[in-house]
């Protein structure tokens, strides 16, 4: 049995006009970023009258944490835990969500990972939150997607953490490339599936959504088909 499932990710990076977020509310599972203490609950409402009952705030009261993750779905969500990354200088995490899927669990990543401080080489806290990322989902069996801010430069495209498929890297073009208007494509959706979980993910496509012409914001958005066992009653 296959089950399409449609997941998008976007920072909104302190941005107070709520009304573009309106434009995600077709997509099962939203994921953000870079969202003040002072929206969250206008944030919220917003998603809640629009068909999501389960949003869950997972964040810590770090000195440096300035902005948290807000994950929003239309599907079930059965467990949730928040790691503070070791290697961070604002207090930054990873929010870990399990769906429930007529019966089999995914598994639901998102972050806002740290771009470089002035005394340390290109892309070193990124890799090590990544690293750390690998080893919080070592032994998770079940499949894994990751929406979230990578904070990943233009130079540095390439670039994809052991484990994970970048669904840009197979599905995307010069067209769905860039997510900010510097260029970049921060923004990612990743994936893993471990060949020991009976349930299936693969991504069938992915495109922008525009929500702001005027800024030129835009959230990435993918399409899974998640592949159940199929169980037979006598």
Known sequence: MSIPLTIATYNIDGYSDLNILNRLCDVDVVCLQGIHSTTVERISRLFKSSGYPYFFRLCT??????????IFSKLPVVDKQYYSYANTNQSRGLSIYTLDIYGSRLIILTSSLE?????????????????????????????IIFAGDTSIP????????SLYTDVWLYHG??????????????DR??????????????????ELIVLDPGTNKKAL??????HLPVIVRD
């Open 61 to 70: 009261s770090g000195p440096a944490k300035k902005t948290e993750e807000i």
């Open 154 to 161: 233009v130079w540095q495209d390439g670039f994809v953490p």
């Open 189 to 206: 959706i990743l994936y893993r599936t471990s060949n020991d979980s009976v349930v299936r993910i693969e991504c069938s496509g992915i």
């Open 115 to 143: 771009g470089d401080a002035p005394n340390q080489s290109s892309g070193t806290l990124r890799r090590q939150q990544f690293k750390e990322i690998n080893g919080f989902t070592t032994d998770i069996k079940e499949p």
């Open 221 to 226: 958005k993918a399409s899974f088909d998640i």
């Open 173 to 186: 073009s010069d067209d769905t490339r860039e997510t900010r208007s510097t260029g970049d494509r921060p």
